[in-house]
């Protein structure tokens, strides 16, 4: 009883905050989160608690509206096709996807279509390599997971390397994991000011803590990041394949 009346006031609490986001928004942020078969869940579970604290409009896009498992074990329902996309969306977010996305024709249009007309786009981890492979990173600064940083200039981006989020234009690109924290609250502080991000860091309390402290190949240290990269190699010669195959095809590139 005790615990269900302390979770009712949080909710409460969550809900006033949210209140207060849509009437100092006015029209609501709309929020694009790409998902798929075998998509990353902690790519774009950052992007979701910032934007639903902030009171958005959250689309899950896929192809079609049918049941898809982000790996491993992580069922989802997409909201929204591709079709059904509306031209507006203030963010677009792409997470990790497996590499056969990453050179799939029909996703690259789509966001090659949509990103002219989208505010921000974030790209997260391998995601950055789907804005790459759809032709949006051509001498744009950008970074992702430090075993995919070098493939980045196979499409003609300018890679960035250990600096947490990188920023050029509407473009927003991170590293895994927290990275999705990290640029959604970027963006939001763009669409919607330092006082309101700032509060709604506060009220997911944001305050990363990695117990180890080898959550980047300098903290590691190059041993461990050399076990790393050789337990991810095929992984990523299949996603360094699938990158030159989807941006040779983009007819924009």
Avoid at 3 to 16: L, P, Q, W
Avoid at 39 to 62: C, K, L, R
Avoid at 181 to 197: P, T, Y
Avoid at 212 to 225: N, Y
């Amino acid at each position: 009883m005790i615990i269900n009346e302390a979770y009712g006031k949080t909710t409460e609490s969550i809900i006033k905050l949210v209140s207060k986001g849509r009437v100092s928004q006015g029209t609501p942020i709309k929020v694009g989160i790409f998902v798929c078969p075998g998509f990353m869940p902690m790519d774009i579970n950052g992007a979701q608690s910032v934007f639903t604290i902030a009171s958005a409009e959250i689309y899950f896009i896929w192809k079609k509206r049918e049941l898809v498992e982000g790996f491993i074990g992580w069922p989802t329902m997409p909201t929204m096709t591709f079709d059904e996309c509306p031209d507006d969306l203030d963010v677009l977010i792409v997470g990790m996807v497996p590499p056969e996305i990453v050179r799939d024709m029909e996703v690259l249009a789509f966001f090659a279509k949509k990103a002219p007309k989208t505010k921000f786009l974030i790209g997260t981890c391998y995601g950055t390599l789907v804005l790459g492979a759809a032709g949006l990173l051509v001498n744009r600064r950008a970074t992702s997971n430090f075993s995919a940083v070098s493939m980045l200039s196979e499409f003609g981006a300018i890679a960035v390397e250990g600096s947490g989020v990188v920023i050029d234009g509407n473009i927003y690109t991170s590293g895994p994991a927290t990275g999705s924290f990290d640029a959604s609250l970027l963006v939001l502080k763009q669409l919607r000011g330092s006082e309101f991000a700032e509060l709604v860091e506060l009220a997911i309390e944001y305050d990363p803590h990695p117990p180890f402290k080898t959550g980047s190949p300098q903290l590691a240290g190059p041993e461990m990041s050399l076990i790393l990269q050789r337990m991810t190699e095929e992984i990523n010669q299949q996603f360094y394949h699938a990158v030159r195959a989807g941006f040779a095809s983009t007819p924009t590139c």
